[in-house]
C-alpha cells in the first residue's frame, strides 16, 4: 500500500474568499481535514475552510495543551508544546501510513509563523509533502490599509511583538518599513518601542484583516487591553498620499460589487471568525450555516481545461468553530457542470441561510446519551432531540456518532474541555439556539450533564432552559452482556484522576471494597493514564478473594466488542484502555457456564 500524502494548507488571512483555488481543491478532495485550536476548541482555520470540505471528511483536532498559560509539566512550556508536536505528528502519521491524503490547515502561509511547519519536519522525511502558499496577514493587513508598505530600495522588516523592548525598538530604528507580528498582551511594549526609535506617528494598528471585524487604527489610539492576537502593526515605507479607513469602531464590510445589500447577500460578511486567544467575554460564536448539496465555484481559468474546471467545491457543516463531520470511507466528489456567469459573491450567497439565532426566539439546552456504542441503544426521545436541534455540542467521538443533517451545526472539542463546552452550549441558546449536548451512555454518568448544570448556575445564564434526557449506561450495558452482574448494591468510580486526585479514588475503592458491593469502574486507563488498573487490583485484593469475578468489556455495542471473565488475581493492566469498563464483583457473584456461554450474577439476597 502507498502512503498518502501530506498537505500544508495557507487558507489566508481569514476571508474564505481568499483561500486559493488550489487551497480549495486539496480541501475539498483530502481524506483527513487536521487543524489547530486552543483548549477553547474553536478553530479558527476549521471556520475559514468549512465552505470547500465535504461530508465524510475524516477530521483531525489538534488542540494545544498550553497557549498563554502556565503549566505543570516537567519541561515546562517548551516541553509541553513539543510533546503536543510529536503526539500530534504521530496521529497523522496514523492516517498517511495507510494512504489516507491530509490536508493540515494553516492560517496565512504555513511557513510564516505557523505551527504547520513543526508537522512539516516531523513528517516530511517519511512521507510525500507539498505546501500550498497562502496570503499572509501582513499582505492583509497592508491591503485595510489601502497604503503601499515598502517600494523602490526600502527594506521591509517583519518582527514579532514577543522580541524583547530593546531590541524592537533598534531594529524600528534601523528599517524603512516594519511589519510587527503576535501583539495581544505584547502590545504595551510594541507601542513602546514605536515610541522610543521614533515610529509611533507613523504606525498603524489593523485587527483581523480581511474579516467582517476588521479595524484599523492609528497605533497611539488603541486601547492596550483590547488587542487580539490576531492583530498586525504596520510602519509603512512610504507616507501615505491618501486618506487612510481609520476608525474607533468594527468597521462592517459592505457587499461586494454586483451583490444586493439584503440580509441573505449580507450573510458571509457579518459572520465572524473568533481570534483563539480572546477572552471568554470577548468571545462571539456565531457559525456559518450548513450545507449538504456540492456548490461548484466559479473557475477563473476554464479554458485550461485543468481537473478543477468542473470539479465542484462541496460544502459541509461551516462555522467558526472546531467542527466534526462524520468519519466514512472513500466519498466521491460531486461534479455538476458550474454556472461561468455565478459569481463568488452569488455563490455564498445561495449558500446563506438566516441563523434561527437571529430571530431571538427561546432557545434551550438539552443534555442527552446516546448509549453506548450501538445506535439501537438510543432512545426515541434521545433521537427527536437530535433531529429538532440546530446546533449539537459535544466530544469529536460522540459527535461523530450522530448522522449529519442539512442546516444543523455540529461544535465538536477535545474530551478534556467540560467546562468551556458547557458555556459554549449555555452560550448558543443564550441567543436563540437549540442546543444539544452529546454524551456517550447517559450523560449524568461522568458525562456532560453535571459540567452544563453546573455551569449554568453562573448569573450570566439566568433564563436559559436545560434539560436532560437520560441513556443507557455503559454499566448496565456491559453487565446484559454476561447476565447480572450488578444484580444487587453496587458502586461506580471513575480511575481518572484528571478531576480529583488519585488518594480520594483510592479511598473510593477501598471503602467500597469493604462495604463488599459489586463496582463498576469507568475511565480505567488512557494513553496518558497507565498505572491506576495495577494500583487498584492490589487496593481491591486486600478486601476481595483472589477468584472474585471480573468482567473485561472493550467497545460494548461497537464494531470491536469483546467482553470476557477473568478473576481479580488475573485482571491483566495491559489489556485495559480508555474504552474498556470493568465490573468487579463482590463476594456474591456467581460465575456458571451455560450454553450461552459465560453467565454472571449477583444475588439478590445477601448471605455472605
Given at each position: 500500500?502507498?502512503?498518502?500524502?501530506?498537505?500544508?494548507?495557507?487558507?489566508?488571512?481569514?476571508?474564505?474568499?481568499?483561500?486559493?483555488?488550489k487551497a480549495a481543491r486539496v480541501i475539498a478532495e483530502a481524506d483527513v481535514i487536521a487543524f489547530h485550536s486552543a483548549r477553547h476548541g474553536?478553530?479558527?482555520?476549521?471556520?475559514?475552510?468549512?465552505?470547500?470540505?465535504?461530508?465524510?471528511?475524516?477530521?483531525?483536532?489538534?488542540?494545544?495543551?498550553?497557549?498563554?498559560?502556565?503549566?505543570?509539566?516537567?519541561?515546562?512550556?517548551?516541553?509541553?508544546?513539543?510533546?503536543?508536536?510529536?503526539?500530534?505528528?504521530?496521529?497523522?502519521?496514523?492516517?498517511?501510513?495507510?494512504?489516507?491524503?491530509?490536508?493540515?490547515?494553516?492560517?496565512?502561509?504555513?511557513?510564516?509563523?505557523?505551527?504547520?511547519?513543526?508537522?512539516?519536519?516531523?513528517?516530511?522525511?517519511?512521507?510525500?509533502?507539498?505546501?500550498?502558499?497562502?496570503?499572509?496577514?501582513?499582505?492583509?493587513?497592508?491591503?485595510?490599509?489601502?497604503?503601499?508598505?515598502?517600494?523602490?530600495?526600502?527594506?521591509?522588516?517583519?518582527?514579532?511583538?514577543?522580541?524583547?523592548?530593546?531590541?524592537?525598538?533598534?531594529?524600528?530604528?534601523?528599517?524603512?518599513?516594519?511589519?510587527?507580528?503576535?501583539?495581544?498582551?505584547?502590545?504595551?511594549?510594541?507601542?513602546?518601542?514605536?515610541?522610543?526609535?521614533?515610529?509611533?506617528?507613523?504606525?498603524?494598528?489593523?485587527?483581523?484583516?480581511?474579516?467582517?471585524?476588521?479595524?484599523?487604527?492609528?497605533a497611539d489610539e488603541v486601547d492596550d487591553a483590547d488587542v487580539p492576537y490576531f492583530s498586525i502593526t504596520l510602519v509603512p515605507g512610504p507616507?501615505?498620499?491618501?486618506?487612510?479607513?481609520?476608525?474607533?469602531?468594527?468597521?462592517?464590510?459592505?457587499?461586494?460589487?454586483?451583490?444586493?445589500?439584503?440580509?441573505?447577500?449580507?450573510?458571509?460578511?457579518?459572520?465572524?471568525?473568533?481570534?483563539?486567544?480572546?477572552?471568554?467575554?470577548?468571545?462571539?460564536?456565531?457559525?456559518?450555516?450548513?450545507?449538504?448539496?456540492?456548490?461548484?465555484?466559479?473557475?477563473?481559468?476554464?479554458?485550461?481545461?485543468?481537473?478543477?474546471?468542473?470539479?465542484?467545491?462541496?460544502?459541509?457543516?461551516?462555522?467558526?468553530?472546531?467542527?466534526?463531520?462524520?468519519?466514512?470511507?472513500?466519498?466521491?466528489?460531486?461534479?455538476?457542470?458550474?454556472?461561468?456567469?455565478?459569481?463568488?459573491?452569488?455563490?455564498?450567497?445561495?449558500?446563506?441561510?438566516?441563523?434561527?439565532?437571529?430571530?431571538?426566539?427561546?432557545?434551550?439546552?438539552?443534555?442527552?446519551?446516546?448509549?453506548?456504542?450501538?445506535?439501537?441503544?438510543?432512545?426515541?426521545?434521545?433521537?427527536?432531540?437530535?433531529?429538532?436541534?440546530?446546533?449539537?455540542?459535544?466530544?469529536?467521538?460522540?459527535?461523530?456518532?450522530?448522522?449529519?443533517?442539512?442546516?444543523?451545526?455540529?461544535?465538536?472539542?477535545?474530551?478534556?474541555?467540560?467546562?468551556?463546552?458547557?458555556?459554549?452550549?449555555?452560550?448558543?441558546?443564550?441567543?436563540?439556539?437549540?442546543?444539544?449536548?452529546?454524551?456517550?451512555?447517559?450523560?449524568?454518568?461522568?458525562?456532560?450533564?453535571?459540567?452544563?448544570?453546573?455551569?449554568?448556575?453562573?448569573?450570566?445564564?439566568?433564563?436559559?432552559?436545560?434539560?436532560?434526557?437520560?441513556?443507557?449506561?455503559?454499566?448496565?450495558?456491559?453487565?446484559?452482556?454476561?447476565?447480572?452482574?450488578?444484580?444487587?448494591?453496587?458502586?461506580?468510580?471513575?480511575?481518572?484522576?484528571?478531576?480529583?486526585?488519585?488518594?480520594?479514588?483510592?479511598?473510593?475503592?477501598?471503602?467500597?471494597?469493604?462495604?463488599?458491593?459489586?463496582?463498576?469502574?469507568?475511565?480505567?486507563?488512557?494513553?496518558?493514564?497507565?498505572?491506576?488498573?495495577?494500583?487498584?487490583?492490589?487496593?481491591?485484593?486486600?478486601?476481595?478473594?483472589?477468584?472474585?469475578?471480573?468482567?473485561?468489556?472493550?467497545?460494548?455495542?461497537?464494531?470491536?466488542?469483546?467482553?470476557?471473565?477473568?478473576?481479580?488475581?488475573?485482571?491483566?493492566?495491559?489489556?485495559?484502555?480508555?474504552?474498556?469498563?470493568?465490573?468487579?464483583?463482590?463476594?456474591?457473584?456467581?460465575?456458571?457456564?451455560?450454553?450461552?456461554?459465560?453467565?454472571?450474577?449477583?444475588?439478590?439476597?445477601?448471605?455472605?
Amino acid at each position: 500500500m502507498s502512503s498518502g500524502k501530506l498537505w500544508g494548507v495557507g487558507l489566508g488571512p481569514g476571508d474564505p474568499e481568499l483561500v486559493t483555488v488550489k487551497a480549495a481543491r486539496v480541501i475539498a478532495e483530502a481524506d483527513v481535514i487536521a487543524f489547530h485550536s486552543a483548549r477553547h476548541g474553536r478553530s479558527i482555520s476549521r471556520g475559514i475552510a468549512a465552505p470547500y470540505m465535504r461530508t465524510g471528511q475524516i477530521e483531525e483536532h489538534l488542540i494545544y495543551p498550553v497557549t498563554t498559560e502556565t503549566t505543570d509539566h516537567p519541561g515546562g512550556y517548551q516541553g509541553a508544546i513539543d510533546e503536543f508536536y510529536e503526539q500530534a505528528a504521530e496521529r497523522l502519521a496514523t492516517h498517511l501510513a495507510v494512504g489516507r491524503s491530509v490536508a493540515l490547515l494553516a492560517a496565512g502561509d504555513p511557513l510564516f509563523y505557523s505551527s504547520y511547519m513543526h508537522m512539516h519536519r516531523r513528517l516530511a522525511d517519511r512521507f510525500e509533502a507539498e505546501i500550498i502558499p497562502g496570503i499572509t496577514s501582513v499582505s492583509a493587513a497592508s491591503a485595510a490599509l489601502g497604503t503601499p508598505l515598502v517600494e523602490g530600495e526600502q527594506v521591509l522588516t517583519v518582527l514579532p511583538g514577543t522580541m524583547p523592548t530593546d531590541e524592537l525598538t533598534r531594529r524600528l530604528r534601523d528599517t524603512d518599513a516594519a511589519a510587527i507580528m503576535k501583539l495581544g498582551r505584547t502590545y504595551p511594549g510594541v507601542r513602546r518601542a514605536l515610541s522610543d526609535s521614533g515610529r509611533l506617528a507613523d504606525a498603524y494598528y489593523i485587527e483581523r484583516a480581511s474579516s467582517a471585524r476588521e479595524r484599523v487604527l492609528a497605533a497611539d489610539e488603541v486601547d492596550d487591553a483590547d488587542v487580539p492576537y490576531f492583530s498586525i502593526t504596520l510602519v509603512p515605507g512610504p507616507q501615505p498620499t491618501t486618506a487612510l479607513p481609520l476608525a474607533n469602531s468594527v468597521q462592517v464590510r459592505q457587499p461586494a460589487v454586483g451583490t444586493t445589500a439584503t440580509p441573505i447577500a449580507n450573510a458571509w460578511s457579518n459572520r465572524t471568525i473568533d481570534a483563539s486567544n480572546e477572552s471568554a467575554a470577548d468571545r462571539t460564536v456565531v457559525p456559518v450555516p450548513q450545507q449538504t448539496s456540492p456548490l461548484s465555484l466559479p473557475n477563473p481559468v476554464r479554458n485550461q481545461h485543468s481537473s478543477a474546471d468542473t470539479a465542484a467545491i462541496p460544502v459541509t457543516n461551516a462555522g467558526s468553530i472546531g467542527i466534526s463531520a462524520e468519519s466514512a470511507a472513500d466519498v466521491r466528489l460531486a461534479n455538476p457542470e458550474p454556472d461561468p456567469h455565478r459569481s463568488v459573491q452569488q455563490a455564498y450567497a445561495e449558500l446563506a441561510r438566516v441563523d434561527p439565532r437571529d430571530a431571538g426566539g427561546p432557545g434551550e439546552v438539552v443534555v442527552v446519551g446516546l448509549g453506548p456504542g450501538s445506535p439501537d441503544w438510543t432512545t426515541p426521545e434521545v433521537e427527536r432531540a437530535l433531529a429538532e436541534a440546530t446546533d449539537l455540542v459535544g466530544y469529536t467521538t460522540y459527535i461523530n456518532r450522530v448522522p449529519s443533517r442539512p442546516g444543523q451545526r455540529r461544535h465538536a472539542s477535545d474530551n478534556r474541555v467540560e467546562s468551556e463546552r458547557a458555556a459554549m452550549a449555555l452560550d448558543l441558546a443564550k441567543h436563540g439556539a437549540k442546543v444539544v449536548v452529546v454524551s456517550s451512555g447517559d450523560p449524568g454518568v461522568f458525562a456532560m450533564a453535571a459540567a452544563v448544570l453546573e455551569e449554568s448556575a453562573d448569573p450570566q445564564w439566568q433564563g436559559v432552559p436545560v434539560r436532560v434526557l437520560p441513556g443507557l449506561t455503559a454499566a448496565n450495558a456491559v453487565a446484559s452482556r454476561v447476565g447480572a452482574p450488578l444484580g444487587h448494591d453496587y458502586a461506580m468510580i471513575s480511575l481518572s484522576d484528571r478531576l480529583k486526585p488519585w488518594e480520594v479514588v483510592a479511598q473510593r475503592l477501598s471503602a467500597v471494597a469493604a462495604a463488599d458491593m459489586a463496582i463498576a469502574i469507568y475511565n480505567p486507563a488512557s494513553s496518558q493514564r497507565t498505572w491506576q488498573v495495577a494500583a487498584m487490583r492490589e487496593v481491591l485484593l486486600e478486601h476481595r478473594k483472589p477468584d472474585t469475578p471480573v468482567v473485561l468489556a472493550r467497545d460494548v455495542g461497537g464494531p470491536t466488542e469483546s467482553v470476557r471473565v477473568v478473576t481479580l488475581a488475573e485482571l491483566d493492566p495491559a489489556e485495559v484502555d480508555m474504552r474498556t469498563l470493568l465490573i468487579i464483583g463482590a463476594s456474591t457473584t456467581a460465575v456458571i457456564e451455560s450454553d450461552q456461554g459465560t453467565r454472571v450474577y449477583t444475588s439478590r439476597r445477601y448471605q455472605r
